[in-house]
């Protein structure tokens, strides 16, 4: 199966040059790289009105991808990309696809490096381009020796990918912009994030617990299954396999098999997938639930290292096989004579942790899924059932960077000590082959109980920055919709600032007669943000606090167990002044003045921010605020200045002035005073350059 990986890269580049100190005055901190981590610059699929949408909002810039399928020319198809820039947006540059051939351009001139650079005047800037819709070949976790399509356009039908762009944005320095994306298919057909399908088709869903299955089946297609049993066996997995990284969609496609397909399945950037229609539930190598185990491979969203590339492929066999298993589909002697196969050569002859030692490339598929099962078996044996593997995948996912098999083997050991961890590298760093277990062998491992915890949001305040932060009902909250069920205890709706800390209380309880490993997780639109393990005796309650960093404005479901918040992440430009005023307005030099300025939430959302106040002496940022919609606060900063003189002192769209020492008459301006600023130079730019790249496919 393969998979695409968009990353975006995020580089801030100050393009105006600041005096010393200036810059250190305005609170400003650069955004690290958050692609693969838990705040996505973009956050793509969601429709406007959704719970996942602020496109309306002036920190969020909104994209629309429609593709249009091209029956007279199979092979290619169009896509036309728009945007609707939002009031603080600079400037906008979008990248193309090398093969994308660009048929019209509406507020974009090209410039001399390739890109195509917004004319600020259009309100909704669009390129029309085409892009080849047939793929073969191979990149990361394929084969080179599986020839024919990964996907392609007959004319009748199509199923494509779904064309990223890289984008640089120039925004003032205190303005940090979120991204939404949506994708929609001008005719027949359907589209996930990710990938598209051109012709008729019928869609189906089933939804468990908040991650929503959809499956789309072509008119051109002929299922093996029934779309219900389908949607059931991949509702049954996504309910078994307790790994976090979950999606709020899962979009997968059942594509006819009248073509001369590569692989039996892909499955392509975050949650999207494709299966041929013909493929069986019935059997150990079950297609639907490979693809669906890639789907919740956050780890592998990123680059794992070459020692633990075996790892993607081993884990969706394995949990493929074994859902099955544990579902009724197939019996054990099906489970046991699938996994048997990697004791055989050239499978058996190879060294997992080198895939240059692999004789046969599929390797990972066929030896690999034994070895990670009997991994799983001597961790559930060593620890009498409290940890499995399904325990170190979960920390896989939690973690950050590149997944090496130093960091699988320490989380092993975390789980089932050291001499778990040495099975494990018997099997992974020598060409040893362990052999397929019996029946009764899996039932003293598989069988055992184990303890039962709960977890739910605790009873303290959620923080924000290190300060009690307001929760509001969703109920009480006109326009505003949530995914929770509303009457959560202290509300269910948030409003934090972009770049802030916020800290959730986490209840937890063994509830059962034996002790047991707590995993306390906090998850942010299905992707751990933070996790603490904990043992627990009979009973024992205990309680912790968790922390997640949002970087991008969005809408956002954290989690907590069963309990869920959705916090909207707000900057600066969601907070209108209404007024700005200064006390005393008359000080000697050396004193300080507190600048206050009232704030509302004048969009139908909930706001939040950390205002900046300029002066001629720098930027300073304020605490904090969040105001539910039509609400109206304060918020405020002191300053100093050392020389007489009337300052002219700015928040938002207001100003006002403080006159230090004699009074002079001449009002020194927030901007143009300090050193290498014009009026036009005012604003402090940032360019946020956020690069799209295709980094793999996992098949």
Known sequence: ?????????????LIASLPAGIAGAGGFSSAPDTFGASDPAIASGVSDGSPGSMANEDDVLHQRTELRHLPERPGEFEVETTFEPPEPLRGLEVDLSDDAVVASLEGFEETGDGTYRWDEATGEPSIRYEMPADRT??????????????????????????????????????????????????????????????????????????????????????????????????????????????????????????????????????????????????????????????????????????????????????YAALLGYEEGAIRFGEFGDHLERGERSPYADGTLNDPSSWADSDTDYVKGPLVYGEIDRQLRLATDGDRTLEDVFRQLNAQDGAVSEADFLTALEDAGGSEVRSIAERYTQTDETPEMWNRWDHGDAFDQPSATVEYRLGSEPVEVAGQSWERWDSSDLDGVETRNDAGTDGGDVMAVPAGETVTVPVAMANVDDRAGTADATLEANGEIVAIEQRSLEPGERATTRLSWEPTSPGVYDLRVGDDRLTVFVRSSPSLTVTDLRVDPDSVDPGETVTATATVTAGGTLPAAGTLPFQSANGVVTADPVALASGETGTTAVDLTFDDDGRYEVTAGEQSTTVTVGGGLSTVVSAVDSIAGFGSVAGIVALTVALTIAMLGRRR
């Open 1 to 13: 199966m393969n998979s695409r990986l968009a990353v975006c890269v995020i580089v801030l580049l």
């Open 137 to 318: 070949g191979t990149v990361r976790h394929d084969h080179d020796d599986r020839d024919g399509y990964t996907f392609v356009d007959t004319g009748e039908w199509g199923v494509v990918q779904v064309p990223s762009v890289g984008l640089s944005l120039r925004t003032p320095q205190s303005v940090t912009l979120g991204i939404e994306e949506t994708v929609a298919v001008d005719g027949e057909g359907a589209a996930g994030d990710d990938i598209a399908f051109f012709g008729p088709v019928e869609e189906y869903e089933r939804t468990v617990d908040g991650e929503t299955i959809r499956l789309v089946v072509p008119e051109a297609a002929d299922l093996a299954e029934t779309p219900d049993d389908i949607l059931e066996s991949i509702a049954a997995a996504s309910e078994r396999l307790d790994v976090g990284s979950s999606s709020d969609e899962v979009f997968v496609v059942a594509v006819p098999t009248d073509v001369d397909w590569g692989p039996r399945g892909v499955q392509y950037g975050d949650a999207d997938a494709w299966v041929a229609a013909d493929a069986e539930l019935d059997v150990a190598a079950n297609v639907w639930l490979h693809e669906y185990v890639h789907v919740r491979q956050g780890f592998a969203s990123g680059e794992t290292t070459a020692d633990a590339r075996w790892l993607v492929e081993a884990q969706a066999e394995y």
